[in-house]
């Protein structure tokens, strides 16, 4: 499986920023990003079909996730904060559960890198 993921750039505090990622083919998607010096975290996923969705507590009610009738899910991103400033991965799950955990996903794409300046 190959995932593809676009989007990142610099912006500034309370821009917008959209990402994607599309895959081969259809599975459950998350997001996750890494900050210089921190660990990976969960950002948000979503379910093979899209009737599930989930986001991390520090970017919900602005970040969401969706994704379209095919194999590309997005990440929609408002009002961005320095504290957002990460290489944002999307990852690919043949699970449905647990999908705020690293170790559920099969597949890992590169790395977009998003700068939110003050």
Not at 4 to 22: H, K, N, Y
Not at 26 to 55: C, D, L
Not at 87 to 100: F, G, I, P, Q, W
Request: charge should be positive; charged fraction near 20%.
């Amino acid at each position: 499986v190959q995932l593809q993921a676009s989007g990142g750039g610099l912006v500034q505090i309370g821009d917008s920023l959209r990402l994607s990622c599309t895959a081969s083919s259809r599975y459950s998607m998350g997001w996750f990003r890494q900050a210089p010096g921190k660990e990976r975290e969960f950002v948000a996923a979503i379910t093979y079909q899209g009737g599930n969705k989930y986001h991390a507590n520090s970017v919900r009610g602005r970040f969401t996730i969706f994704r379209d009738n095919k194999n590309t899910v997005y990440l929609q991103m408002n009002s961005l904060k320095p504290e957002d400033t990460a290489v944002y991965y999307c990852a690919a799950s043949s699970t449905s559960r647990d999908l705020d955990l690293m170790r559920s996903y099969d597949y890992w794409g590169q790395g977009t890198l998003v700068t939110v300046s003050s």
